[in-house]
């Protein structure tokens, strides 16, 4: 028949179909509607009609079926695909929560060493205007010594002293002070 089916469930087909024939009987073929005598092609046609509807609707049923197996494979594949998301999410938050935990680590760090570097510059700007202040003063004193020629205002001279043995006992200490040391700020 060309679908494979036997010629048995051709006959249980056809009579699903056609349930006034009566195709093993040959009396079936004598009487037709009201009595009256089919003929032979018209109970061919009607077989045939038959059988290419059980066909049609066989069709349908294995177009149905591959539809619906599709459908799962496609459910299947998409439950697939979710779960690898899922796990790259849970790895992604994992990732996260480690940079967060890194986060204030390196942040202090960063805060730290931002105030050791400004310190320090702040430090060797305060060396340099102190040594131009020494320097300048030592000048002045130069200069107003030569000008009185020892005999200059005793005051001048004393603050002078004063100013000037304080930044040199500042030399001495922040000498002793510029190794840096550990600051730790929170």
């Known amino acids: 028949m060309g679908c494979g089916l036997s010629s048995k469930e051709v006959k249980a087909r056809v009579r699903i179909f ?15 509607e009201g009595g009256r005598l089919i003929a032979p092609q018209e109970a061919f046609n009607r077989i045939a009609e038959a059988v290419h509807e059980a066909i049609r609707k066989m069709d349908m049923a294995k177009k149905k079926k591959l539809q619906i197996e599709e459908l799962e494979r496609t459910v299947r594949l998409k439950v697939a695909e979710a779960d690898v998301f899922q796990l790259k999410a849970k790895e992604a938050k994992r990732e996260a929560e480690r940079l967060q935990r890194i986060a204030p680590a390196k942040t202090d760090k960063s ?37 009185t020629s020892g005999s200059g205002d005793p005051v001048h001279i004393l603050g002078y002293s004063k100013i000037h043995d304080l930044l040199h006992s500042y030399n001495v200490s922040s000498k002793s002070e510029s190794q840096p040391s550990e600051c730790h700020h929170h």
């Open 18 to 32: 056609l349930p006034e024939l009566e195709v093993d009987s040959p009396k079936s073929l004598e009487n037709g």
């Open 111 to 147: 805060k730290e060493e931002y105030t050791s570097s400004y310190l320090k510059l702040h430090l060797s700007e305060t060396e340099a205007e102190k040594q131009y202040l020494f320097e300048k003063i030592k000048s002045q004193k130069s200069s107003r010594a030569s000008q």
